[in-house]
């Protein structure tokens, strides 16, 4: 079965990490760009981060130098580390995995998705 699968979500509190995982079963990740989406209850989705083929990365200003994608190819899986974490980071975030590009509302494969809740 082609997909890919998140974990690592969970609550934290304010200041707090967590790392996402972003694990693909059925087809190899190196031929695509691997994107994290965030969807908050009342809000639109949002892309956050987006790694490339060749590991070039991309952020959205909300997270900027706070989260940190990374991709290890060998695992057949994406990461994302989220430092720092607020309240308005609680969302459920997905991934989503597009061949040779990242992902936009264009993509090939999208996860179930995990909750993240920042909460004291």
């Known amino acids: 079965q082609l997909q890919l699968v998140e974990s690592g979500g969970g609550l934290v509190q304010p200041g707090g990490s967590l790392r996402l995982s972003c694990a693909a079963s059925?087809?190899?990740?190196?031929?695509?760009?691997i994107g994290w989406f965030r969807q908050a209850p009342g809000k639109e989705r949002e892309g956050i981060s987006c790694i490339s083929r060749g590991g070039t990365t991309n952020y959205a200003d909300a997270v900027k130098g706070r989260f940190t994608i990374s991709r290890d190819n060998a695992k057949n899986t994406v990461y994302l580390q989220m430092n720092s974490l607020k309240p308005e980071d609680t969302a459920v975030y997905y991934c989503?995995?597009?061949?040779?590009?990242?992902?936009?509302?264009?993509?090939?494969?999208w996860g179930q998705g995990t909750q993240v809740t920042v909460s004291s």
């Open positions: 989503a995995a597009r061949k040779y590009y990242c992902p936009t509302n264009a993509y090939d494969y």
């Open positions: 059925g087809f190899t990740l190196d031929y695509y760009g």
